[in-house]
């Protein structure tokens, strides 16, 4: 015969029920540290109050953080009191807290700043150690696990914004006893190799128990020994750990970390086509300097052209020509000129002129000119010139 079958409903009402009737735990005070301490939009938190040994879900309402003297933050000591019940949609028991008081700062966040003095004292966290990234990485190594979203995130990012980069996964563990160990053989592995340029270390968010791998302070000297620049992604942008400040760059994620790494190609892409154009630009202002400098010298060596001095000196002697003969042309009329004046004066002077005008010359002994009565006598033989011929006379009456 069957034992009878139970719904999931029931047999959460029977533990609800079982719960809910304890004396015990519906009155306890409980001591602990708050972990993934968060805050919901109608005023509730909702946490976990853990120790060493185990953990537990636990809820305050907003009527009560209302009532609360400080500010509740993971790693924190406190003694809750409340009651212990069923969350029946997903079958958990959590503590159900009314009244919330601070112990003081827990005992693994102790450790922490512990661990993080003691190394900051050694200068491990000194801005002097950080190096700076390559910009244009060819291989990068990841330390992380295998089968998280944290590598699925990594791959995705640097396959967007830089596909050339070259992606060694180093798989380790990312939480537990034994990842510590694990942590520090994978970027040993990677130090091995001689084409990483660069490493990132990550891991998805958590609390403060699933980031304490990355506090480990084997892993804190392992990170500051690496020879190659190193970027933190590990948890939620307000988790720290001692692999950050370690870190030559801090990221808030592990995606961040990725972005970090390698540069985007679009923006590589436009800075390239702005070269292009600048150094086009560049290149045509010079080609139109030169043809400037080109066209300076062309017509320096057209001005000192033989050709061109032919060319003067050939219109010098043209104009010369015209002047010379111009010249000429006027000294020849100049002496025409005063050729026809010396003319007229002449014929003015000329015998002949007065001949024709009906006067004669008398000639004595044939080439005297006779010019007075006293110069014949009676009987003289005399030649008479006019016009037209000479005749002989003679003197008869003196």
């Not at 953990?55 to 009560?64: C, G, H, K, L, T």
């Not at 209302?66 to 924190?76: I, K, N, R, S």
């Not at 006779?370 to 005399?382: F, K, L, W």
Request: aromatic share 8%.
């Amino acid at each position: 015969m069957h034992q009878r079958l139970y719904s999931v409903t029931e047999i959460t009402e029977y533990i609800k029920n079982k719960l809910d009737g304890d004396r015990t735990l519906q009155d306890l005070w409980l001591s602990g540290e708050i972990s993934n301490w968060s805050r919901s939009r109608a005023g509730h938190c909702y946490f976990t109050i853990k120790d060493a040994g185990a953990a537990i879900r636990a809820v305050i309402w907003r009527s009560a953080v209302v009532q609360l003297t400080f500010a509740p933050e993971d790693g924190q000591a406190v003694e809750a009191h409340g009651h212990v019940s069923v969350y029946e949609p997903q079958g958990q028991y959590q503590l159900y807290v009314d009244a919330l008081q601070p112990m003081g700062r827990g005992a693994l966040y102790a450790q922490f700043e512990a661990l993080k003095a003691r190394l900051s004292a050694e200068g491990l966290f000194d801005q002097e150690r950080k190096r700076s990234l390559a910009p244009f990485p060819t291989c990068v190594g990841v330390v992380t696990s295998p089968t998280g979203a944290a590598l699925r995130d990594i791959l995705n990012v640097l396959g967007r914004r830089w596909p050339l980069t070259q992606v060694v996964l180093s798989p380790t563990l990312v939480q537990g006893d034994r990842a510590p160990l694990q942590i520090v053989s994978a970027l040993r592995a990677l130090y091995d190799r001689d084409d990483v340029d660069l490493i990132i270390v990550a891991r998805g968010g958590g609390s403060i128990e699933d980031l304490w791998a990355f506090n480990d302070e084997r892993v804190a000297r392992a990170i500051a020994a690496a020879p190659v620049p190193v970027i933190s992604g590990v948890g939620h942008e307000t988790d720290f750990t001692i692999a950050d400040f370690c870190a030559d760059v801090r990221a808030p994620t592990p995606s961040a970390a990725a972005e970090m790494a390698v540069p985007d190609q679009m923006e590589v892409r436009g800075q390239l086509a702005a070269t292009y154009s600048s150094l086009i630009e560049l290149a045509m202002q010079r080609v139109r300097a030169a043809r400037q400098r080109l066209d300076i010298v062309v017509q320096s060596l057209v001005q000192r052209s033989p050709q061109l001095r032919v060319e003067r000196d050939r219109q010098r002697t043209d104009d010369l020509q015209q002047r010379l003969d111009r010249a000429c042309q006027n000294y020849v009329t100049l002496l025409r000129e005063r050729l026809l004046g010396m003319v007229y004066r002449l014929r003015g002077l000329d015998p002949y002129a007065t001949l024709e005008r009906g006067y004669a010359i008398v000639y004595r002994d044939s080439d005297e000119v006779v010019h007075s009565t006293v110069q014949v006598h009676v009987g003289d033989a005399v030649t008479i010139r006019v016009v037209d011929g000479d005749f002989l006379a003679r003197v008869e009456d003196g």
